[in-house]
């Protein structure tokens, strides 16, 4: 009947638990395992936690540096439309109505401008500035009295900057000093 007793006893205890892990000793052993088990679980939540938050903070940098050059490729192509505009005001006025056209290709150019403005695009300011080979071609040298050494003195196409990029660098006569 003992062996009966012991039978039911150990059908009792839940799938997998031996009669000694109902042991007291052996019991914090679990304990202090299924906790140690807890913790694991735990830090490996925050570790995956933590990389998913790198990664989606990396493909929003991605996402942000793919607009901003597919941006910056648009307004590369409307670069030139500027600069024929450009020319076109600076064309000597005739007397067969030309103001009016004169006046059309400047609301042309203002609203150019104005878009190519709104989208961040801002022209260098080269002439009297130093040369600086990051933001200007230059296309010629000139000794020129009473200018310093480097300084712009001319400018033959505008440069443009999109934020902090480079969009075109400008293109510009460069003063040579005396010798």
Avoid: W
Avoid at 13 to 24: F, K
Avoid at 34 to 46: A, C, F, I, T
């Amino acid at each position: 009947m003992e062996e009966n007793q012991t039978n039911t006893a150990a059908e009792a205890l839940p799938s997998g638990e031996s009669p000694e892990a109902r042991d007291p000793e052996s019991g914090a052993t679990d304990i202090s395992q299924v906790q140690q088990q807890r913790d694991e679980y735990y830090d490996l939540l925050l570790r995956k936690t933590a990389e998913f938050d790198n990664y989606r903070k990396r493909i929003e940098r991605d996402r942000q540096a793919l607009s901003e050059a597919t941006s910056a490729d648009v307004m590369q192509e409307l670069l030139p439309l500027l600069d024929d505009l450009e020319r076109a005001l600076k064309a000597e006025p005739g007397s067969d109505g030309s103001g009016t056209y004169r006046r059309g290709v400047e609301l042309i150019y203002k609203r150019v401008e104005d878009i190519l403005r709104r989208r961040g695009v801002r022209p260098i300011e080269a002439l009297g500035a130093d040369f600086d080979p990051n933001y200007h071609e230059a296309v010629a040298h000139d000794p020129v009295e009473g200018r310093r050494d480097g300084e712009i003195i001319e400018e033959f196409r505008r440069g443009y900057m999109l934020g902090d990029r480079l969009l075109r660098p400008s293109m510009v006569k460069v003063a040579k000093g005396a010798q």
